[in-house]
């Protein structure tokens, strides 16, 4: 199984890290996230400018990808044709976070 884990923290969130140590026993884990911090934009499209995507060595040294785009532009990034067969796993995080749930915005636990 190839597992996409991404984030709205930014790629250096250690959170990100925990998770994506956590997948690797499941299955093969591609990390993208976006460059920085975008915590509640993770539904906003970058439609402005062209996206500029690079790779980075996570705290432990694994291999990621990042841009200088929205979160959700990085998955967009990873599997342009949504072809991929990937899990969708919710994300480490500090803090309160908000999830949507279609019309309304609902207070999800924090890890």
């Known amino acids: 199984m190839h597992i996409l884990v991404t984030n709205d923290d930014g790629v ?26 975008w915590s509640a934009s993770g539904h906003v499209k970058t439609i402005d400018r062209p996206l500029r995507a690079r ?5 432990d040294g694994t291999s990621a990808l990042t841009t200088d785009g929205a979160p959700s532009d990085s998955v967009a990034l990873a599997d342009p044709r949504n072809e ?20 309304t915005q609902v207070p999800e636990m924090t890890r």
């Open 12 to 37: 250096q969130a250690p959170g990100l890290l925990a998770l994506a140590q956590a997948m690797r026993e499941l299955g093969k884990v591609t990390v993208f996230a976006p460059d920085h911090n």
């Open 84 to 103: 991929a067969k990937r899990i969708a796993v919710p994300p480490l995080a500090n803090g309160a976070r908000l999830v949507s749930t279609g019309s």
């Open 55 to 59: 790779e980075v060595l996570l705290a």
